[in-house]
């Protein structure tokens, strides 16, 4: 078991940056496949970005290419996500999710992670 905690959430405005972070408290997440995800009020929950343990290969929903990367300090047992140039449609609530192995072709599928934090709100607006 391992128990996500994302923080960083927050009121920005449009264009604005924010970065939220995702750490363990018992657990190191250099074991994991970890994920972010997002959803906003009457939405599926989507994927955003994915970084694998081992590799460190990063992925991105097409849609947030350019303007959101991922990316991991061992060092404080951390996963990241900066989010730059942000848009009302990027309001909801983010999740970040880890997995031992997910597999490349399914990052952006929820039921590939097995532990979920319980998300930080995210809100752009003016």
């Known amino acids: 078991q391992v128990q996500l905690v994302e923080s960083g959430g927050g009121l920005v405005q449009p264009g604005g940056s924010l970065r939220v972070s995702c750490t363990a408290s018992?657990?190191?997440?250099?074991?994991?496949?970890i994920g972010w995800f997002r959803q906003a009020p009457g939405k599926e929950r989507e994927g955003v970005s994915s970084?694998?343990?081992?590799?460190?290969?990063?992925f991105y929903a097409d849609s947030l290419k350019g303007r959101f990367t991922i990316s991991r300090d061992k060092t404080k047992n951390t996963v990241y996500l900066q989010m730059n140039s942000l848009k009302p449609e990027d309001t909801a609530v983010y999740y970040c999710?880890?997995?031992?192995?997910?597999?490349?072709?399914?990052?952006?599928?929820?039921?590939?992670?097995?532990?979920w934090g319980r998300g930080t709100q995210v809100t752009v607006s003016s």
């Open positions: 018992e657990s190191t997440l250099d074991y994991y496949d």
């Open positions: 970084i694998t343990r081992l590799s460190g290969r990063k």
């Open positions: 999710s880890a997995a031992v192995v997910v597999y490349e072709d399914t990052w952006y599928n929820p039921l590939s992670y097995d532990f």
